[in-house]
């Protein structure tokens, strides 16, 4: 399996984990900033509220087939926008423009659709990239090892196209990931995971949870995942690892596993934005795209 599989079966899988209904009944409420004052907007719109209409309207069609995760597959991976990645149809052309809705479009709208180049072009080293998102004994050779999997050394498709792909098969994406591209994709594991402990919610039950719907991982890709799930919350370790041009694609991915029921989720997002550097306009405008609450008044 792929990191980018792993990727799109954890961004599902926390999103049930951390449950969709906390989600969905604060997309139907007025919120407050980090200051304890009305948010300058309602929530609604973005990706919440599109699960949300995909929830309502299978119930009202009375349609018993799939369930909470197919809708979150279908919606997340573009699948209804008539865009080439989760549909059947052609991407990953070198004249494309990137995925063209769900998170994947998001994710490219804020990278500009950056492809990856073959791992011999890349400046710090993929081992050195994912050696810093295992940490200890697993980096390193491991790391880079662990990237190539279900690989390719070059393509023509963005993250967000490959990623969209994946979502909505929930299997790999037809054009097969570079190394780079795994690469981030552990990147994006990482925030995911380290964002959905931030409130200290995540138990037992919970994580055994979210395994299950990994489904067939190999020994050490499991690990990974629960190396992750046993690590610190540390917004500015996180922070430190992250390549420049990649900060507002790993603080959306974070957001994405927030629940926006504590002020602890709050403090650690405020923390993440400052460790990379983003400032309180461009934070509000990812909050917007997923459909929750801005973080700053």
């Given amino acids: 399996m792929s990191l980018m599989k792993s990727l799109a079966r954890v961004a599902a899988g926390v999103l049930v984990a951390k449950g969709m209904s906390t989600m969905m009944k604060n997309a139907r409420s007025p919120q407050t900033s980090t200051g304890g004052t009305p948010s300058s907007r309602r929530t609604g719109g973005g990706l919440l509220d599109q699960i949300l209409q995909g929830t309502q ?51 490219d709208q804020l990278g500009g659709a950056t492809r990856s180049k073959s791992a011999s072009s890349s400046g710090g080293g993929l081992g050195d990239l994912l050696g810093g998102l ?21 393509n023509d498709a963005s993250f967000g196209e490959l990623l969209n792909d994946s979502l909505v098969s929930k299997g790999e994406p037809e054009v097969a990931p570079t190394p780079e591209q795994n690469a981030v994709a552990g990147l994006m ?35 990974f995942i629960r190396e992750q799930m046993a690590a610190p919350v540390d917004a500015a370790a996180l922070a430190r690892d992250v390549p420049k ?25 405020h923390k993440l934005a400052q460790a990379l550097g983003l400032q309180p306009q461009a934070i509000n405008q990812i909050h917007q795209e997923v459909g929750v609450q801005n973080l700053y008044s």
């Fill in 134 to 154: 295992l940490g200890g004994a697993a980096g390193g050779a491991a790391g880079g090892a662990l990237a190539r999997r279900g690989s390719q050394e070059s």
């Fill in 57 to 107: 309207s299978r119930g009202q069609s009375g349609t018993s087939g799939g369930g909470l995760g197919d809708i979150l597959g279908q919606v997340l991976g573009g699948g209804t926008s008539g865009g080439g990645a989760g549909t059947g149809r052609r991407y990953g052309r070198p004249n494309s423009t990137g995925a063209s809705g769900g998170l994947g479009g998001i994710l």
């Fill in 245 to 269: 041009g990649l900060e507002p694609q790993v603080y959306l991915m974070s957001v994405m596993a927030i629940d926006f029921d504590s002020q602890e989720e709050a403090q650690y997002l």
């Fill in 189 to 223: 594991l990482r925030a995911m995971i380290q964002a959905a402990k931030a409130d200290g919610k995540i138990d037992e039950a919970e994580k055994e949870r979210l395994m299950g719907e990994l489904g067939d991982l190999d020994d050490e890709e499991r690990q």
